[in-house]
């Protein structure tokens, strides 16, 4: 018997979901794989009418390991079907029974990479610059010798939080930072912080380990359910019980928001706690800018900055709360970039069988950012940060790093 | 008139009938089989698609259990391609007896059923949308069998040893000669052209119809057809057979057949076989009793509702006024000449599809014994076309093949996945007529849309390549569009009456199907 086919009652739901297809293929259209690949299908095919005739055990499909896990056919399918879910247990199906890469099994353990990376960062990244070792790496473990990757970083952001003060206060939060900004990007962490302290919070940052995202999306579910039910205890340590918990990576707060129980089955009191009260930093900042409580006492950044809503922000369907507080920047020329997906979605386009693909579906926003030549781009993701100066040279951001200069940061 | 000389004639290709022409065929006697329809257009193309693994019937009709068993057993040998190996579950719900569950067990095994009971923790962990209140759980040989293969295997077996078969050849008028039957006379029902036959011996296989066939023959036959109604919900809501584990009674089992799941059945006396109306009501009663095996079985999205006519005949002086599932399941064979005094004619009546095998060895034999030819049963062991590998038929099949097929060869029925490449086979081997044959061979059609995005593409396929004309085709297609709406008007909620809503504007807002040219 399979653990995985069926599972919890949410992941009944999902399944129940794909009654509920009228064939409309409104999905079909609105899919960014399948519009550059004939390899895949679609959402309707490998979701809903896929799913027909899976029943656990063994898969019958392989194309779906095509889906990149975007959620787009989920955000635009008039029916509620949960297609890009359905998805996602299909493909962790396929990899229960044809195991997994070795591959997939590195790319979807950040931590390990970053780890690895840490103390000879300046070796690693030299080492990553190096095309000879990156065609080495196509060849042995099927990461694309040109896919993005992050650089490595001497100082991770816990350790810049064992030397940070802090400032005491009756509002509280919790910080949920990634193990991007851990292990990549500390500075992402070291500006939330920044800014919500500046907006009068404490900031709370326990030690936290990876939701499970890259394992869930790699099918390795087993690993990610017990990732995020231990993330999930981390967060809520017993003084916080009801604080708000803020992520500052969109695809990590879905994670905990949603696709942990409705993709994963993962289900415990902690996670169902923290799932209900996590915020995605500008959806928080929104909020106070709505109640009145966000200061806007804000410089000047005279930068054209073309922003792009990358597509796990978008599936949280809190719109696009960035842009709204950009806006209130002085001096700031914004240009949002209507494009659905920059196509690395995750680890989707570092895949060697995967770059091409990806690099077709990100080719419409890396033409606009191309034409437009802003100053910086502003994405809220950090894979599709990296995949998008990649491929466009242009430097990009997270939102945040803009609205953190605006208060007078560096 | 066209003329042909036969030994064995076979009036109504259900199940019944296909199994008695292999059944001869491969004993060296030519046989032809005629249906008023296409075949398994009768009662086995609308049964609720179980292989029994004599469960059901252990308690109450102990000789139908064991014939279930060892039916099961044998048809799996031969016949895999047309099997599901589902497995099956008995489930004491809240509302089942307990201590019937023991009397289950022990009528179970006594009938030589593989039967286990399993720990309720098991059954759900393998079964999560079974209803978690049960109390017990049975384990069996419960499979799925798919009418359309098994009878069309059937008839290629049998034409492989020089069987002839004519659909839509109606029986008008049974021939007879002083006391004996000597052929029929039948009628193209696409042409109106007679066809007449004559035969060594008649075998009378129209099910709930015998009664009537045998009337042609100036003979009473008390069969008394019993209509059951069953509900087509979208998607397999278990992986195996889910029985109530009680006194059967009305829609208590659930079984996976193909891509969805049916419940069933109930049982009325009619008095027209071809009375297959279905009521609200009676899908409402359907729909309720799913909740106690599946809750939630509401909201599940249900495809289609038909009807079957169970072909029973009472044992004679069959207790009067009890309810028909006092009636055997077992079958009989009446020999009209020792019976009426009538050589020639033999009717094989009741009986179930799982038991087809044996139901048609019973009755070749006593041919065989009129004819004075022929020799003994062999289709305990041969394996019908299609079987050689053994391989059950597994839901992913289509799945896995769409998977593989050429790009130019692009799917025309993407809920059933059927490609066109598929649609041209079936149509080059045999003679189709109305666009509802080829449903019944590919399932095109009866998928979530129900016709709504392959329908005129099926039609449109045939003209082009000049099988249809455009009249024909555009009457084929008015004609299928009407029938699959007989099945959906009496569940017309929810995303049905979506998809319905979707259906229509397609084939009238597009196709103006109400104006297409005759
Ligand atoms: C609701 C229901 C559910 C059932 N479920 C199951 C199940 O799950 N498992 C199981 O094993 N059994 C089941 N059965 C029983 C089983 O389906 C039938 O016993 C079996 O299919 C009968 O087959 P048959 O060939 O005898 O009859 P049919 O399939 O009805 O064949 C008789 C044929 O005779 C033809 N005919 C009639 N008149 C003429 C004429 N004048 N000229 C030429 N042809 C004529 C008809 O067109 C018809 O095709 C079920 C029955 C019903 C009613
Ligand atoms: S958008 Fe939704 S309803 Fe339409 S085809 Fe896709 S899954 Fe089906
Ligand atoms: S998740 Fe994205 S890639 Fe996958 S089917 Fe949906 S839209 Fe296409």
Redesign the pocket.
């Known amino acids: 018997m399979t653990e995985l086919a069926w599972g919890a009652e949410a992941w009944s739901e999902v399944r129940a979901s794909l009654d509920r297809c009228i064939k409309c293929t409104v999905c079909e259209t609105a899919c960014p794989v399948a519009a550059v690949t004939e390899l895949f299908p679609g959402p309707k095919t490998v979701g809903p009418q896929a799913e027909r005739f899976r029943t656990g055990g063994h898969s019958p499909d392989l194309s779906v390991d095509y889906c990149s896990g975007c959620g787009i056919c989920s955000r635009v399918c008039p029916q509620g079907v949960r297609i890009a879910e359905l998805n996602s247990r299909a493909r962790s199906e396929l990899k229960r029974e044809r195991g997994v890469p070795l591959r997939d099994q590195l790319v979807a353990r950040p931590g390990l990479l970053g780890r690895f990376g840490r103390p000879v960062a300046p070796l690693f990244n030299r080492a990553m610059a190096n095309s000879l070792v990156r065609w080495a790496g196509e060849r042995t473990i099927g990461i694309h010798r040109r896919a993005p990757v992050p650089r490595s970083t001497t100082r991770t952001f816990s350790h810049w939080v064992g030397h940070h003060a802090g400032t005491k206060s009756a509002r509280r939060v919790v910080y949920f930072h990634g193990c991007s900004t851990q292990w990549y990007e500390p500075h992402v962490g070291q500006k939330v912080t920044a800014i919500l302290e500046h907006n009068g919070y404490q900031v709370i940052i326990p030690k936290q380990d990876c939701c499970g995202l890259p394992l869930q999306s790699n099918g390795l579910f087993p690993a990610a359910r017990k990732a995020v039910t231990r993330l999930a205890r981390q967060l809520v340590p017993d003084a916080t019980g009801d604080l708000p918990v803020i992520s500052s990576s969109t695809s990590c707060g879905l994670m905990l928001k949603r696709e942990a129980r409705e993709i994963l089955g993962a289900d415990s009191p902690e996670l169902r706690s923290v799932s209900a009260r996590t915020y995605d930093i500008f959806e928080f900042l929104r909020e106070l800018h709505q109640r009145g409580e966000l200061r806007t006492d804000f410089k000047p950044v005279p930068l054209t900055v073309a922003y792009h809503a990358p597509c796990q922000q978008q599936n949280q369907l809190i719109g696009k709360p960035a842009l709204e507080i950009l806006r209130l920047i002085p001096g700031l020329r914004l240009v949002e970039l209507d494009r659905s997906c920059c196509g690395i979605a995750g680890t989707y386009g570092v895949k060697r069988e995967k770059y091409e693909i990806a690099m077709r579906v990100g080719k419409p926003l890396f033409t606009d950012i191309q034409a437009e030549g802003p100053d910086l781009v502003a994405c809220d993701s950090e894979t599709c940060r990296w995949q998008i100066s990649a491929a466009t040279g242009a430097t990009s951001v997270h939102p945040l790093e803009i609205l953190h200069r605006a208060y007078g940061g560096s | 008139m066209n003329t042909l000389d036969t030994d064995v004639l076979v ?8 199994g008695v022409a292999w059944d001869s065929a491969l004993r060296g006697l030519h046989v032809t089989l ?4 296409d ?14 693994s004599g469960g059901r019937y252990a308690v109450k009709d102990p000789g139908s259990a064991r014939e279930c068993a060892a039916e099961n057993r044998i048809l799996r040998q031969v016949a895999a391609d047309c099997i599901e190996d589902t497995g099956g579950l008995f489930v004491s719900t809240p509302e089942d007896d307990l201590e019937y569950a023991d009397r289950f067990l022990a009528a179970a095994r006594a009938a030589g059923m593989e039967v286990e009971e399993v720990p309720v923790g098991t059954a759900l962990r393998d079964e999560p949308r079974l209803n978690p209140k049960i109390r017990r759980a049975f384990r069996v040989q419960d499979g799925s ?1 798919d009418s359309w293969k098994m009878v069309s295997a059937l008839l290629r077996g049998a034409e492989a040893h020089a069987a002839t078969v004519l659909p839509y ?4 008028e049974v021939l007879r000669h002083g006391d004996r039957v000597e052929g029929a006379v ?1 009628e193209d029902q696409r042409t109106g052209q007679e066809v007449r036959v004559h035969a060594g011996c008649v075998v009378n ?5 015998s009664g ?2 045998a009337r042609l023959a100036g003979c009473e036959v008390g069969v008394r057809p ?5 509900v087509a919900i979208n998607h397999r809501l278990a992986r195996a057979v889910l029985n109530r584990c009680h006194l059967p009674s009305d829609g208590d089992i659930i ?1 996976p057949v193909r891509t969805v799941s049916v419940i ?2 109930t049982d009325h006396p009619v008095a027209d076989p071809d009375d297959t109306e279905c009521s609200p009501e009676e899908v409402h009663q359907m729909i309720e009793a799913g909740e106690l095996l599946v809750p939630g079985f509401r909201e599940a999205r249900a495809l289609r509702v038909w ?5 029973l005949l009472p044992k004679t002086g069959g207790s009067a006024g009890a309810g028909d599932r006092e009636v055997s399941r077992s079958h009989t064979v009446l020999d009209h000449g020792a019976r009426d005094g009538l050589e020639g004619l033999v009717t ?1 009546a009741g ?6 095998r044996l139901m048609a060895e019973d009755t070749v034999d006593v041919v065989v014994r009129k004819l004075g030819r022929g020799s003994e049963c062999r289709t305990r062991t041969e394996v019908l076309p299609g079987s050689e590998s053994r391989h059950f038929y597994w839901i992913g099949n289509r799945q896995q093949e769409a998977e593989t097929d050429p790009p130019d060869d692009p799917l025309i029925c993407e809920c059933e996945l059927v490609s066109q490449h598929d649609l041209d086979t079936v149509v080059a081997r045999r003679p189709t007529w109305r666009l509802d044959d080829i449903r019944r061979a590919l399932r095109v059609g009866m998928g979530p849309c129900q016709g709504g995005f392959c329908a005129f593409r099926v039609a449109g396929m045939l003209h082009q390549e000049g099988r249809y004309g455009r009249a024909e085709a555009n009457s084929a297609l008015r004609e299928f569009v009407q029938e699959r709406w007989k099945g959906v008007k009496v569940i017309s909620w929810g995303a049905q009456a979506r998809q319905t809503r979707l259906d229509r504007w397609i084939f009238e807002g597009l196709y103006d199907l109400e104006h297409l040219p005759e």
């Open positions: 009036i109504g290709g259900g199940s019944t009938g296909a005629v249906d008023r329809q075949f398994a257009t009768g009662t086995s193309g609308r049964f609720h698609g179980l292989l029994h069998i050849h109606k029986v008008v039948m296989a129209a099910g709930a119809w009537q066939v019993g209509k059951g109604v069953m079984v069933g059945t009807a079957g006519s169970r072909p094989i009986g179930k599809f799982t038991t087809l």
